[in-house]
């Protein structure tokens, strides 16, 4: 069946940097969308960061541009999203999904398939 499993959170002062990974499996990854979707405390989830199918274009939320680069390796069945220079305001559960499309999309709403999420704490 089809799973996705995300790891690489944490507890960081801010100005640090994670990376998170979403392991794939029951899926071929390559011909899937994916995305990245924070949600904060008390706020509704919302999407981060996407990456099209193959070797597809990505796109970011203005709130992480420059600072977060999300990337795939097919090969591996995994999904990455590098987070430099984290803030406070990053704090949250980071959910991965997969979406069979060929372009990604910031919509929760056009995915298929979740992870569980990964907690990522920012603070001093």
């Known amino acids: 069946q089809v799973q996705l499993e995300e790891s690489g959170g944490g507890l960081v002062q801010p100005g640090a940097s994670l990376r998170l990974s979403c392991a794939t499996s029951?899926?071929?990854?390559?011909?899937?969308?994916m995305g990245w979707f924070r949600q904060a405390p008390g706020k509704e989830r919302e999407g981060i960061s996407c990456?099209?199918?193959?070797?597809?274009?990505?796109s970011y939320a203005e709130s992480v541009k420059g600072r977060f680069t999300i990337s795939r390796d097919n090969a591996k069945s995994t999904v990455y999203l590098q987070m430099n220079n984290l803030k406070p305001d990053d704090t949250g559960v980071y959910y991965c999904?997969?979406?069979?499309?060929?372009?990604?999309?910031?919509?929760?709403?056009?995915?298929?398939?979740w992870g569980q999420g990964s907690q990522v704490t920012v603070t001093s």
């Open positions: 999904a997969a979406d069979m499309k060929y372009y990604c999309s910031h919509f929760s709403q056009e995915y298929d398939y």
């Open positions: 029951g899926f071929t990854l390559e011909n899937y969308a």
């Open positions: 990456i099209s199918a193959r070797a597809g274009g990505t």
